[in-house]
């Protein structure tokens, strides 16, 4: 029973899941360097980004690597949503599995847009 609430509380961050790039060393696309990739890049062109659980807003912001991104704080492990175009939620703001949280971009370090998705665990 535990198991099947877990699964009705956690959603996808996108309609659609295409991995272009896993969590890992990788070539890095942009400067060609063999470093390490942690998160998951999933194809996108425009698309709504939806928060995985629910949890609240610890930051929206931007740097020169992940671009626009999205912090959200769930019980026990925060999620990253990185190179959006758009953000629709505000640090400190309540968010529920499933709700549009912005739009995915290509802000950042990118080769093409798409969605960097990371999770954290609490520590």
């Known amino acids: 029973m535990k198991a099947y609430l877990i699964c009705c509380l956690i959603c996808l961050p996108l ?3 295409y991995v272009t790039s896993s969590f890992g060393y990788r070539k890095q696309p942009v400067t060609g360097l063999y470093t390490f990739h942690n998160g998951i890049d999933f194809r996108a062109r425009s698309d709504t980004v939806f928060t995985i659980a629910d949890g609240a807003v610890a930051t929206t912001s931007y740097d020169k690597l992940t671009g626009i ?5 769930h019980q026990g492990f925060t999620s990253i949503y990185g190179h ?3 953000v629709f939620v505000h ?3 309540n968010v529920c599995a499933g709700q549009p949280i912005g739009f995915t971009g290509k802000t950042g370090r990118r080769t093409r ?3 960097h998705f990371r999770i954290r665990t609490a520590t």
């Open 91 to 93: 640090p400190d703001e």
């Open 113 to 115: 847009t798409h969605l």
């Open 84 to 86: 959006l175009s758009q």
């Open 15 to 17: 309609a659609k899941l």
């Open 69 to 73: 991104f999205i912090t959200i704080d």
